[in-house]
């Protein structure tokens, strides 16, 4: 049996350091695990409701409005809503095939075939 991907673009492995705010401002430490154009995985110990609005402020990077679309073992799946996400990919695809420790600027476009 073929698993199909059900992601709409591939997600890159990063390990980037984060701040998640909250509506109440509320701050907690993050770790960013992977990127997408659309999404981010991240882990943290914040105790955050499915569904919640957040802002996530990526070291080196900026800030991105995300949504909470799934949860489970301290690790979170957010929806970017505002923020620069080609930016974001493309810092990830700037590592290469190694996993990314920190947002890295590369010449040209990365995302361009």
């Known amino acids: 049996m073929v698993e199909q991907n059900k992601r709409g673009d591939d997600r890159l492995p990063v390990l980037w350091t984060g701040t998640l705010t909250t509506d109440d401002d509320r701050q907690f430490a993050c770790k960013v695990r992977d990127v997408s154009l659309a999404g981010t995985l991240i882990s943290t110990d914040a105790d955050i409701e499915m569904g919640e609005r957040l802002l996530l402020e990526i070291n080196e990077l900026g800030e ?16 970017i809503l505002a923020g620069p996400d080609l930016e974001l990919k493309k810092f990830a695809e700037g590592s290469g095939g190694s996993t990314s420790k920190r947002p890295v600027l590369v010449a040209g476009d990365p995302l361009a075939d």
């Open 64 to 79: 991105f409005a995300v949504e909470v679309k799934w949860s489970g073992s301290e690790q979170l799946g957010l929806l």
